[in-house]
């Protein structure tokens, strides 16, 4: 449940915004996914953390689907939907077992996705020198920036053939 996250991704820079969702979030998953052995040795292997992980990865998936719903901006829209994401690893994770290498897979096709879309919204805000609105009547002029914007947006949700969401 990272509240700072989409109004730290509005205001960086594109390449800052592609490193907090493509190696720092994954980053500090990993670090409390090291962490699920030693909290289960210590709690006596009741499965309590998995349940608590699968848990907070459900409440900031639901959290992050409301508010991707308003918004406008692609920075702040990208920035909830890494919310979100890290909810669904965050549940593969607390399922265990294959969940685990679901999640690990999840992760890896979110760290591309998202750097790929970050760098696509970051160049729309650097031709249009503006806030980069998704319903931006210029994206269909730049073919390019568009196409790859669509391409990442696509994979993040887990169109074919993209890794499964």
Request: aromatic letters at 8%; charged letters at 10%; glycine letters at 12%.
């Amino acid at each position: 449940m990272h509240t700072w996250l989409p109004d730290a991704h509005s205001q960086a820079p594109a390449p800052v915004s592609a490193i907090f969702s493509g190696v720092m979030l994954n980053t500090a998953l990993y670090c409390i996914m090291r962490y699920i052995p030693v909290v289960e040795a210590a709690t006596g292997g009741t499965g309590w953390s998995l349940r608590l992980l699968a848990l907070f990865g459900a409440i900031s998936m639901v959290v992050a689907a409301a508010f991707i719903l308003f918004q406008r901006d692609a920075k702040r829209l990208l920035a909830y939907c890494s919310v979100e994401h890290m909810g669904i690893i965050a549940i593969g994770l607390g399922l265990g077992g294959v969940g685990t290498f679901c999640g690990l897979f999840h992760s890896a096709n979110h760290s591309l996705g998202k750097t790929a879309g970050f760098f696509c919204a970051g160049r729309l805000g650097q031709i249009y020198v503006q806030r980069n609105e998704i319903a931006s009547r210029h994206l269909a002029g730049r073919a390019a920036v568009g196409t790859g914007l669509l391409l990442a947006l696509l994979g993040l949700i887990g169109v074919v053939p993209s890794a499964p969401s």
